[in-house]
């Protein structure tokens, strides 16, 4: 069977990989593992995402779940190796999925777009967050991921959720306030890594960037979730 991960990859889930990040994700809150995918699915992927820039007739896009529907993005949620690694992390700790066990977004940044004044700093609505780098800038364009680990605790209370989500997009906390607060990391992928990070509980945004710089980014979150 050809899978879309890479050998290496392969070869470190079959070995214990996802113990290693669990211990990780406890300690940091995030993880990375380096040669994700193989060489030919990144072409693959680079080619979808160009065909279907040139289909929307748009430099700068995303894509959700139903958009990418069979597509080669798509299939990096389910493809076996991978999703046994999300599946022995989630159970490790201390949680299961349920429905759709994954899915697939992608954000495409291949031409000028104006910067922002204001970061959208936010929490996922999947407990873990995994992030494949596609195309990443280089470091002098910016580009980043501005991460507070930990920045809530894990909570099935809707109302304890809104509220910490209402706190920390208040001009209190904030904005500019967020952006050069010292709890808020800069962390630059690594080019076909896999980056995984506690998307509910960890505030984060994209730092600024160049505006002519590229970027494509893959996210797969985990389904609906349930404490044991």
């Known amino acids: 069977m050809i899978h879309l991960t890479s050998e290496e990859f392969?070869?470190?889930?079959?070995?214990?990989?996802?113990?290693?990040?669990?211990?990780?994700?406890?300690?940091?809150?995030f993880a990375q593992v380096p040669n994700f995918l193989s060489q030919e699915t990144i072409r693959?992927?680079?080619q979808y995402i160009e065909d279907e820039s040139k289909r929307r007739n748009e430099l700068n896009f995303s894509l959700r779940e139903k958009e990418l529907k069979d597509s080669i993005v798509a299939k990096l949620a389910h493809d076996p190796p991978a999703s046994q690694l999300m599946d022995e992390i989630s159970h490790q700790?201390?949680?299961?999925?349920?429905?759709?066990?994954?899915?697939a977004r992608m954000r495409a940044k291949l031409g000028y777009e104006p910067s922002v004044d204001e970061l959208d700093f936010h929490f996922d609505g999947s407990f873990l967050t995994y992030t494949i780098p596609i195309v990443v800038p280089k470091k002098e364009d910016g580009g980043g991921l501005l991460i507070y680990p930990k920045a809530r605790k894990f909570s099935m209370n809707p109302w304890h959720n809104r509220l910490t989500r209402r706190y920390y997009a208040s001009s209190?906390?904030?904005?500019?306030?967020?952006?050069?607060?010292?709890?808020?990391?800069?962390?630059?992928?690594?080019?076909?890594?896999?980056?995984?990070?506690?998307?509910?509980t960890t505030l984060h945004a994209t730092g600024r960037m160049n505006e002519n710089a590229k970027r494509i980014v893959v996210l797969i979150h985990s389904g609906d979730i349930k404490l044991k």
């Open 10 to 29: 392969q070869n470190k889930v079959s070995n214990g990989l996802a113990k290693e990040i669990v211990q990780e994700l406890r300690t940091t809150g």
């Open 44 to 46: 693959s992927a680079e």
């Open 93 to 103: 700790m201390g949680f299961k999925t349920h429905k759709e066990k994954y899915y």
């Open 172 to 200: 209190l906390f904030g904005g500019k306030k967020l952006e050069h607060s010292k709890k808020v990391q800069e962390i630059f992928y690594e080019p076909n890594s896999l980056f995984i990070f506690e998307g509910f």
